[in-house]
């Protein structure tokens, strides 16, 4: 259930580390629909950031071929607001990748819908300018 969830796991020593959410936009839509598995996500990001208040987050938005790039700006600003409506006080930033770096073949349905994604990077302050990236970290889904 998604009460159980936990991401972010305490006492691991890490510069910085990425997550993948679906927060559930529909294709050519800004409007956030949260999901159980995001909302867990928050959840446990908002914990772990309330302990950290100098990281930084910062919100990647990918969109397919069919959409067009100002959706996934919209998207980045769906989330940023999202987070800060539930009280994340953290520097938050936007980078909007548009359909330039695919992860899954473009030319099926279930590509276009892998490529519809958003990334979301906490960091220590600035450093994720050169990552180290974490190994110690779990999501459960």
């Not at 999202?82 to 349905?109: C, H, M, V, Y």
């Amino acid at each position: 259930t998604a009460e159980n969830k936990e991401i972010l796991s305490e006492g691991h020593s890490f510069e910085n580390m990425t997550f993948s959410v679906t927060p559930n936009f529909n294709a050519q839509s800004s409007l956030l629909t949260p999901s159980p598995n995001f909302l867990a996500y928050t959840d446990s990001l908002h914990r772990f950031l309330s302990k950290h208040p100098a990281w930084v987050i910062t919100i990647t938005t990918h969109t397919n071929d069919i959409e067009n790039t100002e959706v996934g700006q919209k998207r980045a600003d769906a989330i940023l607001h999202f987070f800060q409506q539930l009280g994340i006080k953290n520097t938050i930033k936007t980078d909007n990748a548009g359909n330039l770096r695919p992860i899954a073949p473009k030319s099926t349905e279930e590509g276009q819908l892998k490529n519809r994604r958003i990334n979301v990077l906490i960091s220590k302050g600035l450093s994720h300018r050169n990552p180290r990236q974490l190994s110690h970290y779990f999501l459960k889904t």
